[in-house]
């Protein structure tokens, strides 16, 4: 496997269990944890536990996650990264305590909620068994990576404006399309007092970014 991130032909695998990555890059020092599953992905990933997970998100030695998706003949299907800085602890969802009976008793798992990932930070390996060029999925991880914050309230304020904009079915949208989602990011930013101002500052920076565009007061496009 070729490293994502700065595109040397190889990555190595981390021979240390206790490590939180599988593979490391040896170039550019980029650690990655590999997630497997036969068939379908789905809307969630069974990880680890919920609070090393959270931990590891809220510090700076996260790893990018692939996952990977495998056939019956062990066939590899779709390999996604989803890069470190995508992480916010809302996506990470707590398991139910293991019961009483069982060998790790109230232990708690969680899952990522893949779902709920901006489709931005999913890019695409193989897709339907088909492998994309190198060139091309460094220069999305190269584009994507202007979005890293290492402050967890900046970047889960960006996810989530990015999410909105997704969510905006048209190519163009004006800012009163965006001001429908307030309530529901007043409900997650429950101590911020200017939603709005938030939404538009947001905006900005995502424009800073090329990833939407200014067309005149008050309209946008999505670019990526
Ligand atoms: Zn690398």
Redesign the pocket.
């Known amino acids: 496997m070729f490293?994502p991130?700065?595109?040397?032909p190889h990555?190595s695998k981390v021979n240390n269990n206790a490590a939180v990555a599988d593979f490391v890059?040896n170039?550019?020092?980029?650690i990655f944890e590999l997630k497997t599953k036969q068939g379908r992905i789905g809307n969630k990933i069974n990880d680890g536990s919920y609070d090393t997970m959270i931990e590891r998100i809220c510090s700076h030695t996260n790893p990018d996650l692939f996952v990977m998706r495998y056939s019956t003949n062990y066939c590899i299907t779709d390999l996604t990264i989803i890069p470190k800085f995508f992480f916010v602890p809302k996506i990470i969802e707590k398991r139910k305590p293991l019961a009483p009976t069982a060998k790790r008793a109230g232990w708690i798992g969680c899952n990522i909620l893949y779902s709920n990932i901006p489709k931005q930070g999913k890019i695409d390996i193989i897709k339907n068994s088909s492998v994309k060029p190198v060139g091309e999925i460094v220069e999305k991880y190269s584009i994507i990576k202007k979005l890293q914050t290492m402050d967890l309230e900046s970047r889960s304020w960006l996810l989530d404006i990015l999410s909105c904009v997704n969510n905006i079915p048209t190519n163009e949208f004006t800012l009163k399309d965006i001001y429908k989602y307030v309530d529901v990011l007043q409900q997650i930013h429950i101590n911020n007092n200017n939603v709005e101002a938030k939404i538009r500052q947001q905006l900005q920076f995502l424009r800073d970014k090329g990833f939407i565009e200014f067309l005149e007061r008050g309209h946008y496009k999505k670019i990526i």
């Open positions: 490293c991130c700065c595109g040397v990555i890059c170039n550019c020092g980029s």
